[in-house]
């Protein structure tokens, strides 16, 4: 089921690729906490944190900046595959799609 002929290939799911998308769900935890706090007003989550405008603040900002730092070590580790992924795709589009398929450059051409 997980490798599907009939679909292009995707990227395979490696330990730096899961552990960073652990910390991606934390920081969009504490963005969720923070920002609740502007919601109502108070702790809505948790209910003593975040307890002040500040707090929130840290916290929703702290967040964002998880997030981001996640993200693009995901795809620093996607783009490790590039090449893997790119003779896959190669091999899919020749298997399903012949008329597709992407001829090498030739000697003499720019």
């Known amino acids: 089921m997980l490798n599907n002929p009939l679909r292009p290939p995707r990227p ?3 330990g ?4 960073y998308a652990l910390a991606d769900v934390f920081g969009l935890s504490c963005v969720g906490i923070g920002a ?3 919601a109502a007003g108070k702790g809505a ?3 003593d944190f ?6 929130a603040v840290a916290c929703t900002a702290g967040g964002v ?3 981001i730092w996640a993200v693009t070590r995901i795809l620093r580790e996607i ?6 992924m790119q003779a896959r ?4 589009i020749a298997a399903h799609h012949p008329d597709k398929v992407r001829q090498p450059p030739e000697a003499g051409q720019d």
């Open 50 to 55: 975040p307890s002040s405008a500040v707090e």
């Open 16 to 19: 730096p690729i899961f552990l």
């Open 79 to 84: 783009a490790k595959q590039a090449p893997e």
């Open 89 to 92: 795709y190669d091999a899919y």
């Open 65 to 67: 900046v998880v997030m």
């Open 12 to 14: 395979r799911l490696t």
């Open 36 to 38: 609740s706090w502007f």
């Open 45 to 47: 989550i948790l209910t």
